[in-house]
């Protein structure tokens, strides 16, 4: 098993920056992949970036440029820097990790671990 532990979640202001963090124990292995994604009210869930054990990394479209997806495996600890933050961006962000999952993202279902979430609010 593996444990998943999201933080830095917030309220900003359109224009603004967050840092997640993720913090994985348990039976945790540098080779799994790793990703954030985001569900919204009403909305679909959809995968934000992943990142697999060599440091690759994949984003969605309308990241645009403005999130940076890193880990430390040293630590065990996923990141998710987000700048310039907007309204659409407001969803809850889950940590997901699996061992053999990069070639299924952004599909979730690959994922078999996932955090509790934290919860980001973009005001205008």
């Known amino acids: 098993q593996v444990q998943l532990v999201e933080s830095g979640g917030g309220s900003v202001q359109a224009g603004g920056s967050l840092r997640l963090s993720c913090e994985a124990s348990?039976?945790?292995?540098?080779?799994?992949?790793m990703a954030w994604f985001r569900q919204a009210p009403g909305k679909e869930r959809e995968g934000v970036a992943a990142?697999?054990?060599?440091?690759?990394?994949r984003y969605a479209d309308f990241v645009s440029g403005r999130f940076t997806i890193s880990r430390d495996n040293t630590k065990n600890i996923l990141y998710l820097q987000m700048l310039n933050l907007k309204p659409d961006d407001t969803a809850m962000y889950f940590c997901?990790?699996?061992?053999?999952?990069?070639?299924?993202?952004?599909?979730?279902?690959?994922?078999?671990?996932w955090g509790q979430g934290t919860q980001v609010t973009v005001s205008s």
């Open positions: 990142i697999d054990s060599d440091g690759n990394t």
């Open positions: 348990g039976r945790t292995h540098s080779r799994h992949c």
């Open positions: 997901v990790a699996d061992s053999s999952a990069w070639d299924g993202w952004p599909r979730g279902e690959p994922f078999g671990y």
